[in-house]
């Protein structure tokens, strides 16, 4: 009985999210600075707290640049002249030697230790920076997507911008406690 009780413990513990699936954890990982594009219209006061809040907490382990584009900056009636042009204005905030992180509902779903598993791989591969990009209503444009060096997805559902870049915020705090082993992410 008492064994089948430590046994039982043991597969309730080892089925609960740690970290412990992460190669990074608890080990040291080049922190590149982070810059999140996102494009769309002014967010909310109730966003840009969070959003904010959640730029302080990742400040502890690396610095973080959010930049925020408007979307259809220059008023085009279709959607594709909308789209050009977010993504021309995205394209001229990437350097060459950045780690370009493109957040599509199209990408390849990520777990929480996947996701902080790309931070500590980004940090590997010579780039001097990781961009993160969230796109405007309609999506990203052909420059951006071949530029990218790779796609990921937050969710299942498709996100509203300004819920997406909430969503990535969090995600990435998530994932700096991961790498350094801390007790945010139970």
């Known amino acids: 009985m008492v064994v089948m009780l430590s046994a039982r413990l043991h597969i309730v513990t080892s089925a609960l999210p740690s970290g412990r699936d992460c190669k990074y954890t608890g080990q040291a990982v080049r922190a590149l600075p982070i810059r999140i594009i996102s494009v769309g219209k002014k967010r909310s006061q109730g966003v840009q707290l969070v959003v904010d809040e959640y730029i302080e907490k990742l400040k502890l382990y690396c610095s973080v640049d959010d930049v925020h584009i408007r979307n259809n900056p220059k008023n085009a009636h279709d959607s594709k002249a909308q789209v050009d ?6 394209m001229d905030l990437i350097r060459s030697d950045d780690w370009v992180v493109l957040l599509d509902e199209r990408g390849k779903d990520i777990g929480s230790e996947r996701m902080a598993e790309l931070v500590g791989d980004a940090g590997n591969t010579g780039a001097s920076r990781l961009s993160f990009c969230v796109g405007g209503p309609y999506g990203h444009g052909k420059q951006l997507r071949e530029r990218a060096d790779v796609c990921i997805k937050l969710s299942s559902m498709v996100l509203n911008h300004q819920i997406a870049l909430v969503v990535l915020v969090e995600q990435l705090y998530r994932s700096w406690t991961i ?3 801390q007790n945010y992410h139970r």
């Open 85 to 90: 042009h977010e993504d021309s204005a995205v």
């Open 179 to 181: 790498l350094k082993g």
